[in-house]
């Protein structure tokens, strides 16, 4: 008879040794206290600090419908036959009835589902307007601290706002697929000035060079030192260009500086607690009431007042305070 695992408890010595040997069940649980932000989600961020800064972190993002979660799945093949354990975290949008996420990248990955090595998290974006949570940072640290080589994180495709990937990702991957038109609108978007990788999928499309001459000449006017951005052709379906794309994925890790994967927890901390001052300053702001805002907003509609200067103003901890 077999004893029943007991449920993850941080007063528990033996399952940060679980979590970091990769025990799957061990990371369910923990990304599951995480996300919903239980009480014990402090003991369990605490306990994984020292064991976090090691796997590459790949961001995989693009407009709707380029074939973002087919290439990924190829890729995750692409890395289980090099060796390497792999998370994956899926942002899908989220149900409009539950609030949870739909779980479209998660089926789409399903063939992954048995594989002890590949450990696939579908989450919600919450209608987080770069498709990324805060948790979402947060479930890539317990990825990482549970043995994952490559933690993949595949965003929602939403527009602009996928340039938030770059905060979070080692390496970003920017996905275009043939004759959609979006290689010069992500130009527009800034999603281009954020790419390490560029790939065009659908590539057995008559199209495609076309694609990949725009999406080169379109490289031109986001010229950066260092590094230069390749553009990539693939086909996931058959899995063609998958090798090449994980070669220019491991020569973009390798030229990094050896801090930069070190570093990143604390740079993405550095994100969070940023976009929380952010959030808190705006509601901070939104609810100031009565004449002394009023006159500060006549003011900088008439010019005497900059935007900065009343910013400042306005978060002074006394600002509105009219007793």
């Known amino acids: 008879m077999t004893t029943p695992k007991a449920r993850l408890s941080p007063d528990d010595p033996q399952w940060i040794e679980r979590l ?9 649980r923990a990304i599951t206290l995480i996300e919903n932000e239980a009480a014990s989600a402090q003991a369990v ?5 020292p064991h976090v800064g090691h796997a590459q972190v790949v961001g995989f993002t693009g407009a709707p419908g380029v074939g973002k979660s087919t290439l990924v799945n190829a890729y995750i093949g692409e890395l ?8 994956v975290i899926a942002v899908d949008p989220s149900s409009p009835v539950s609030g949870g996420a739909i779980l479209g990248d998660r089926i789409r990955m399903s063939e992954h589902g048995a594989d002890p090595g590949v450990f696939v998290r579908s989450l919600a974006s919450r209608g987080h307007l770069g498709g990324l949570t805060r948790m979402t940072v947060r479930v890539v640290d317990v990825m990482d601290a549970a043995a994952r080589d490559v933690v993949i994180l595949e965003t929602v495709g939403t527009g602009q706002s996928e340039v938030e990937i770059a905060g979070i990702a080692h390496t970003k991957v920017v996905v275009s697929a043939p004759g959609l038109g979006d290689e010069i609108q992500a ?7 954020i790419a390490d990788v560029l790939v065009v999928n659908k590539a057995d499309s008559p199209l495609a060079d076309q694609t990949v001459r725009q999406l080169r000449d379109a490289l031109h006017l986001t010229k950066r030192p260092g590094w230069q951005v390749p553009v990539l052709r693939t086909v996931a379906t058959t899995g063609e260009g998958i090798a090449e794309l994980t070669d220019a994925i491991v020569a973009h890790a390798a030229q990094l500086d050896p801090s930069a994967r070190e570093g990143a927890p604390r740079l993405r901390m550095r994100r969070l607690i940023a976009a929380a001052a952010a959030r808190q300053a705006r509601r901070r702001i939104e609810g100031l009431q009565g004449g002394a805002f009023d006159a500060l907003c006549d003011a900088v509609l008439k010019g005497e007042v900059d935007f900065e200067t009343a910013a400042q103003q306005a978060l002074h901890p006394d600002f509105g305070d009219e007793t």
Request: glycine fraction near 14%.
């Open 20 to 28: 970091c040997s990769g025990d799957r069940a061990t990371l369910a």
């Open 45 to 49: 961020l605490r306990a994984i600090f």
């Open 80 to 87: 289980r036959r090099r060796g390497k354990r792999v998370g």
């Open 187 to 193: 130009v527009k978007a800034g999603i281009l000035e």
